[in-house]
């Protein structure tokens, strides 16, 4: 199946940096990719959906101003939480669809990144 | 509003057959999917429905019900390292997924 990386797979920032995190598809070109955050024990939440080229569609509710996504290329996508607090502390996963199995192609999902901050 | 509930948490027996039910109310239908997550890890692929009965891969059975939004992941033989978080996630009409809860299994020797 499709390959997706996500990098780091931990980070621990003080309060009031930014970090970015990113995600590539390896053998594949994504022109949508997906952000989701998982709290302990909850559901995955989806965050937005990052579109090549454009800007990223946010969920109600998700700061775009806070999370900034940019989706540069068909296989990278960045995700930046800037000014983070701890209430931003989550697990932070990336996904794209199966390029073959269109709108409801099986998700691939990137390892995930921790974030924790102090 | 859109709804996909799952039990909690459930607990079986090395070797035994659990299966774990989802029940869900979306606005439209474009299929149902099953994940796997471990403690700490991203979520795996293990099945797609979109048609109602029983899809059988290997250990994992799927089975969907549309009339009833219902279906359940059958797991047999179970083995340690199936230990892990079941998600359940329906594709609406505009073919967003709707992602449940998750149920913690626990399987115990």
């Known amino acids: 199946g499709a390959v997706v990386s996500q990098h780091p797979s931990w980070v621990i920032c003080k309060s009031g940096t930014s970090v970015k995190i990113e995600c590539r598809s390896l053998?594949?070109?994504?022109?949508?990719m997906f952000w989701y955050r998982q709290f302990p024990k909850q559901s995955l939440m989806l965050m937005a959906t990052?579109?090549?080229?454009?800007?990223?569609?946010?969920e109600q509710g998700v700061e775009k101003d806070k999370f900034l996504i940019n989706h540069a290329s068909l296989t990278l996508s960045t995700l930046t939480v800037t000014s983070a607090h701890p209430e931003d502390s989550s697990f932070y996963i990336c996904?794209?669809?199966?390029?073959?199995?269109?709108?409801?192609?099986?998700?691939?999902f990137g390892e995930g990144s921790r974030l924790t901050v102090l | 509003g859109q709804n996909i509930d799952q039990p909690t948490e459930m607990t079986a027996t090395e070797g035994a057959i659990v299966q774990i039910n989802c029940t869900y109310q979306?606005?439209?239908?474009?299929?149902l999917f099953w994940y796997q997550q471990h403690a700490g890890e991203a979520p795996t692929f293990l099945s797609y429905?979109?048609l109602d009965g029983l899809e059988e891969k290997g250990r994992f059975s799927s089975f969907l019900s549309r009339s009833k939004g219902y279906s359940y992941l059958l797991l047999k033989e179970l083995q340690m390292k199936d230990s892990a978080s079941y998600l359940c996630?329906?594709?609406?009409?505009?073919?967003?997924?709707?992602w449940g809860a998750g149920t913690k299994l626990i399987i115990k020797p």
């Open positions: 996904s794209a669809r199966d390029p073959g199995g269109g709108e409801t192609g099986e998700l691939f």
């Open positions: 996630a329906v594709s609406d009409s505009n073919y967003q997924l709707i």
């Open positions: 990052s579109n090549e080229g454009s800007k990223a569609t946010y």
């Open positions: 053998d594949f070109q994504a022109t949508t």
């Open positions: 429905n979109v």
């Open positions: 979306t606005s439209g239908f474009n299929g």
